[in-house]
């Protein structure tokens, strides 16, 4: 536990090769790399809140949300890319009327916190996050990058590049 391990992420050329890759519009390949593209650039949400973000959450180009693991609020400003991001998925043909990536189904009762329904939304996000993971694998391979690409690579990609434009270490890891 205490030995260092090396964490991965990817550079801003390889960040951008993932950005404009070209693949079928709308496709699970499109939609998996346009949700890793956000959470790089959106505070490293992990893959468990990109799936539940909803309309509602966004306030102008805010975002205001609940962090699932810790139940801590986030409200971060939206760049440009995600907001980017938003709108090509609110007017996709598959869009949904209710989250930003359109895979969750929308009659799911989010506010029921029995534990059978949370053993229910679990078992959903562990198999989107395994699927999107596989998808993130063939889009590196696409990509031409040869770094084991995974959704927690989102969180360490946007850390880093957030070190690197100066701001504070207590800031991102508060994020």
Known sequence: ???????????????????????PEYSRLDL?????????????LRVSDVLLLQYNFIDNNHLHTNIRKTGSQLSIKLPRKAM???????TAPNASPKFIFPILPNDINLKDESTEA?????GILSSAT???NKNLKIIAQKAEIKKNVSTHIARHTWATRALRKGISIDKV???
């Not at 949370?118 to 679990?122: H, S, V």
């Open 1 to 23: 536990k205490t030995e260092k391990t090396q964490r991965e992420y990817l550079t801003e050329k390889e960040l951008s090769k993932i950005e404009n890759l070209s693949l």
């Open 32 to 44: 998996h790399r346009d949700m890793f593209v956000f959470a790089a650039y959106v505070g490293g």
């Open 84 to 90: 980017e991001i938003i709108q090509k998925w609110k």
């Open 173 to 175: 890891s508060n994020l």
């Open 130 to 132: 395994a699927y999107m």
């Open 118 to 122: 949370m053993k229910i939304l679990d």
